[in-house]
């Protein structure tokens, strides 16, 4: 898979791969993408993400055992894959040179 990330997959996949407090799942995700982005994604928006990040193959889910609390209910819980990594690591790639090449450009 040669294909790039966008931004909003970026932030998505990262915070799937960065150790929290527990497993990711969907509500978490969010938090986590949108704090790091500065602004308020709906649940929807995280969800679409990640359905297209396990398509690509990028994360995978697994439905995890009932809450302990009355009437709890199971939630999916993402783990990034061995090609998430490498996307993550082509997509800092790609970054340090784009930034690198503009840094060099503007500075005397």
Known sequence: MSE????LEASVLRAVAAPGDGPAYGLSVRRVVSEERGRAYSVGAIYTTLARLETKGLVASVASEPLAVRGGRSRREYVVTALGHQAMAR???????TWGFRFTEVTP
């Open 91 to 97: 997509a800092r790639t790609a970054a340090a040179r």
């Open 4 to 7: 790039l990330l966008g931004g």
